[in-house]
């Protein structure tokens, strides 16, 4: 009796054109953050002539100098920074909130709440009535808009739940046997041991409000208030000569020539550099808490 080869050269093929496929996704998903970046440190002459691919020609920081010296630019960061910041950490305490007892709760009434959170989901309340309660709240033209705006995605919570699902209930039991009540088994139990969804919901949360464009568009009112999305695509217009009368080059301080490509690309690799931050540090967590999440759902 033969044993099959593991090796065999169907396999092989297979396993060949694997490693193409992957290799040409690599370079289809990093070649546009490779260009952004060069044409950001290319001179203004090879970047008007079309040669700029992977690597910058006639290295200069002129378009960095450009956008480190708008003070738009860092008032959009830092307003950025705010509504990801507080939504995210707002975000977490509500959808841990709102999951607890769609784990653990034992009261009348759980199903219907359970089918609440998932028709929010499916059918949510509309552009124009979110707006007018906004409107009504005194919200519109603050930052808290934004972020109540997203404040218990329905997704989120059904993920968070799927993942607190998964803790013996038995930890939960032996807890308020030791008198500890729902908030304090949530605290000191379930959470802890929900780091990996967490930190996955943590990074969705960021990444949302990082890249939100129609919520400040639609909101905010005051340019020092808006988010970098919104400063972001200004610069693109501004490029592309649509939002501005401006020349094919700029002369910048220190008397280099600045093309609107320079500036629109730094402004874009510097939006990204946050995110490029923050994923190597949750990548670890952010395979288990969606599998884990995902399993008991």
């Given at each position: 009796?033969?044993?099959?080869?593991?090796?065999?050269?169907?396999?092989?093929?297979?396993?060949?054109?694997?490693?193409?496929?992957?290799?040409?996704?690599?370079?289809?998903?990093?070649?546009?953050?490779?260009?952004?970046?060069?044409?950001?440190?290319?001179g203004?002459?090879?970047?008007?002539?079309?040669?700029?691919?992977?690597?910058?020609?006639?290295?200069?920081?002129?378009?960095?100098?450009?956008?480190?010296?708008?003070?738009?630019?860092?008032?959009?960061?830092?307003?950025?920074?705010?509504?990801?910041?507080?939504?995210?950490?707002?975000?977490?305490?509500?959808v841990?909130?709102?999951?607890?007892?769609?784990?653990?709760?034992?009261?009348?009434?759980?199903?219907i709440?359970?089918?609440?959170?998932?028709?929010?989901?499916?059918?949510?309340?509309?552009l124009?009535?979110?707006?007018?309660?906004?409107?009504?709240?005194?919200?519109?033209?603050?930052?808290?808009?934004?972020i109540?705006?997203?404040?218990?995605p329905?997704?989120?919570?059904?993920?968070?739940?799927?993942f607190?699902?998964?803790?013996?209930e038995?930890?939960?039991?032996?807890?308020?046997?030791?008198?500890?009540?729902?908030?304090?088994?949530?605290?000191?139990?379930?959470?802890?041991?929900?780091?990996?969804?967490?930190?996955?919901?943590?990074?969705?949360?960021?990444?949302?409000?990082?890249?939100?464009?129609?919520?400040?568009?639609?909101?905010?009112?005051?340019?020092?208030?808006?988010?970098?999305?919104?400063?972001?695509?200004?610069?693109?217009?501004?490029?592309?000569?649509?939002?501005?009368?401006?020349?094919?080059?700029?002369?910048?301080?220190?008397?280099?020539?600045?093309?609107?490509?320079?500036?629109?690309?730094?402004?874009?690799?510097?939006?990204m550099?946050?995110?490029?931050?923050i994923?190597?540090?949750?990548?670890?967590?952010?395979?288990?808490?969606?599998?884990?999440?995902?399993v008991?759902?």
């Open positions: 009796m033969s044993i099959p080869n593991k090796n065999s050269k169907g396999e092989k093929v297979f396993d060949v054109a694997n490693i193409i496929l992957m290799c040409l996704l690599g370079i289809a998903f990093i070649y546009p953050v490779l260009n952004v970046l060069a044409i950001s440190l290319s203004s002459s090879p970047i008007l002539r079309g040669e700029v691919t992977f690597f910058p020609k006639q290295l200069t920081m002129s378009g960095y100098k450009d956008v480190f010296t708008n003070k738009y630019i860092w008032m959009s960061y830092g307003n950025s920074i705010f509504v990801a910041g507080m939504g995210c950490i707002l975000g977490l305490v509500m841990s909130l709102a999951a607890y007892p769609m784990a653990f709760g034992d009261f009348y009434g759980k199903k709440y359970n089918y609440m959170i998932l028709f929010t989901m499916w059918f949510s309340g509309g124009i009535p979110t707006y007018l309660v906004m409107s009504k709240l005194n919200l519109v033209g603050s930052h808290w808009a934004l109540f705006n997203l404040l218990a329905p997704y989120y919570i059904i993920i968070l739940r799927s607190f699902a998964s803790i013996p038995s930890l939960i039991e032996s807890a308020k046997l030791d008198g500890a009540n729902d908030l304090v088994c949530m605290i000191k139990i379930v959470l802890p041991l929900s780091k990996p969804v967490l930190a996955t919901i943590s990074l969705w949360f960021i990444v949302a409000h990082w890249n939100n464009f129609l919520g400040p568009l639609m909101y905010l009112n005051e340019r020092t208030k808006y988010t970098l999305q919104v400063i972001l695509n200004d610069i693109v217009l501004q490029a592309s000569g649509n939002l501005y009368e401006i020349s094919d080059a700029v002369q910048s301080g220190d008397g280099v020539m600045v093309v609107p490509q320079q500036v629109q690309n730094a402004v874009i690799f510097v939006s550099v946050p995110m490029l931050i994923y190597p540090f949750v990548q670890k967590y952010f395979v288990k808490g969606v599998m884990i999440g995902s008991k759902g």
